[in-house]
């Protein structure tokens, strides 16, 4: 079984806190995913990575940034985390670009 | 700007009833066409997909349909269980395999 683990499944932070969010597969997969997901939004792309050290910006990457230094670790950074940001996170993974995706549990995050 | 609009917003059915849930879409370079399900507290599982060169896909109780000259797709849960009460989210993909979701259904059964 594909797991995908999030090192938090919950967080509260202080604005203009840095966050750092971590996401783990154990599949050896190419590609991981960083989403987040609010009411009535449903789930919206940060960011990407189809290799080590290769990253696309999504849907909404501004106020984040990512790093893949390995290729079973992706993280999202908030540099300077804002109330606007609280949200659910999601991380993703899947084996090439055209295969189902493989979602973490979330981590919840609450900027005061 | 949401490119995959998903309604009904929730819905309660029976059990035993049928549940639908419509999805619309804009970018004709769309190709591939997942529903996930998402149960409280966890992440998003693919439950089927449907590329457009077919219309409809069955899997056990779960149908998609598919009109690509309307740009529409639909998830129909047949026989619904209380087991099926999540949130489902229809989305889409072109060949930059990034996936536009709708904003979710969250359906609930009642026993």
């Known amino acids: 079984d594909v797991k995908v683990t999030q090192s938090s499944r919950y967080l509260v932070k202080r604005t203009g806190e840095k966050v750092f969010l971590e996401c783990v597969q154990d599949?050896?997969?190419?590609?991981m995913f960083w989403y987040r997901q609010d009411p009535g939004l449903g789930l919206r792309l940060i960011y990407f990575?189809?290799?080590?050290?290769?990253?696309e910006k999504g849907d909404i990457p501004e106020g984040y940034s990512v790093s893949r230094e390995k290729k079973e670790r992706f993280s999202l950074i908030l540099e300077s985390a804002s109330t606007n940001q609280t949200s659910m996170y999601l991380c993703?993974?899947?084996?090439?670009?055209?295969?189902?995706?493989?979602f973490g549990p979330g981590t919840r995050l609450t900027v005061t | 700007q949401q490119q995959v609009k998903q309604s009904p917003q929730s819905l309660i059915v029976q059990k035993g009833g049928i549940s639908i849930i419509n999805c619309a879409y804009e970018n004709t370079a769309f190709d591939y066409f997942p529903w996930y399900q998402q149960f409280p507290g966890k992440g998003p599982a693919l439950l089927i997909a449907i590329r457009p060169d077919v219309s409809e896909k069955k899997e056990g109780r779960f149908t998609i349909s598919f009109n690509k000259s309307a740009k529409q797709f639909s998830l129909h849960i047949m026989d619904s269980q209380p087991g099926d009460s999540a949130t489902y989210f229809c989305a889409a993909s072109g060949n930059d395999y990034k996936l536009s979701f709708g904003a979710g259904t969250t359906v609930t059964v009642r026993a």
């Open positions: 599949m050896d997969h190419e590609n």
């Open positions: 990575s189809y290799d080590v050290k290769m990253k």
């Open positions: 993703a993974s899947s084996r090439t670009g055209l295969d189902e995706q493989y």
